[in-house]
């Protein structure tokens, strides 16, 4: 009777783990599905967020968007200075005072004294030290004259910079800006 209690004892632990090993194999399944599903759709979800950022992306560092808020601050910022300032519109040239044209110019303007380091670059991303996205110039009427305030809104290895030119002979030589205001609001529509 104790070996017959035994073999049931043993038999039925052997139906139960059986059971158990079962739903195990069943869970163990139905996890692997989920997991799958779930990899599935994270898959297609990554997919259409790579497409639908890679379709938004844009490479360039600077764009329209940023050009008309730079020219909406310009149109505030220049009264303040008791200034106005004329944009190239990056067809037509821009005229100085002193006869320069610029975007052309630029292959004769010096930066800091030193040549060939500055050129027009409206994506911010050319072959120059400083590609410049955005000129403004205010000629000015007091004397001396000729005399001029021309601003370069340039990306630096790709960070943000505005050089000035107040040069009204010799060659045309321009220089980071000292303005802090002017300098800040262009590095926070550059990285908008």
Not at 20 to 35: D, L, Y
Not at 147 to 176: E, M, W
Request: charged letters at 15%.
């Amino acid at each position: 009777m104790k070996k017959l209690i035994g073999v049931l004892a043993i038999a039925g632990l052997s139906v139960a783990l059986a059971g158990c090993g079962n739903q195990n194999t069943q869970s163990s399944s139905n996890t692997a599905k989920t997991n799958s599903e779930a990899s599935s759709n994270q898959s297609t979800t990554t997919t259409n967020n790579t497409s639908s950022s890679e379709s938004h992306h844009d490479s360039s560092l600077w764009n329209n968007q940023k050009n008309e808020q730079l020219a909406s601050f310009m149109q505030k910022w220049g009264p303040t200075m008791h200034q106005s300032y004329e944009q190239y519109d990056g067809q037509n040239e821009l005229k100085v005072s002193t006869g320069i044209t610029y975007p052309d110019g630029l292959s004769k303007e010096l930066v800091e004294g030193q040549s060939g380091l500055i050129g027009w670059a409206p994506s911010g991303k050319g072959d120059y030290e400083y590609n410049v996205v955005a000129i403004y110039n205010h000629d000015g009427t007091e004397p001396p004259l000729p005399n001029r305030i021309t601003y370069f809104f340039a990306f630096h290895n790709g960070k943000p910079v505005v050089l000035v030119d107040q040069s009204n002979n010799g060659d045309p030589d321009c220089h980071p800006t000292t303005n802090t205001d002017l300098e800040s609001n262009f590095e926070r529509i550059a990285n908008q």
